[in-house]
């Protein structure tokens, strides 16, 4: 006798687990998921902090080797009766802080005017004014 595969057990397709605008605005039930999540909100929310996290990396005035993190919180509160629950979701980053920009400036005064001058890549020192 040959062997024969037994049945699947039945669960959700795909397409209910994903869910649809028409089951999403109608009284069926709906299985959520991140995708679905807020009418797919929470991705957005994932995907605009990736692009701040990339534009980031790229920008050539942060550290190219400091990590970058995206957080993506999800916040259940269930109702006393544990059939009804509110669903907040928050996506941030932290990204590089720009690196500092520095100088070397002179500094001097005259008749009670203190002032300064930037030093510039020349290897020769600037006048004060009035100095």
Known sequence: MPYLEPDPIPGPTDAEL???DAELRGPQEVFISLENLCRGAAIERFNEELQKVLRNIVDPNTPARAKRCITLKVVIAPS???DF???A???TSKTADPMPVTTSVM???SGGLVGATE???RHHQPRLPGI
């Open 107 to 109: 500094i001097g005064s």
């Open 85 to 87: 629950a509110t669903i």
């Open 119 to 121: 030093l510039s890549n």
């Open 89 to 91: 979701v928050t996506a």
């Open 18 to 20: 994903r869910g649809t």
């Open 80 to 82: 006393e009766e544990r």
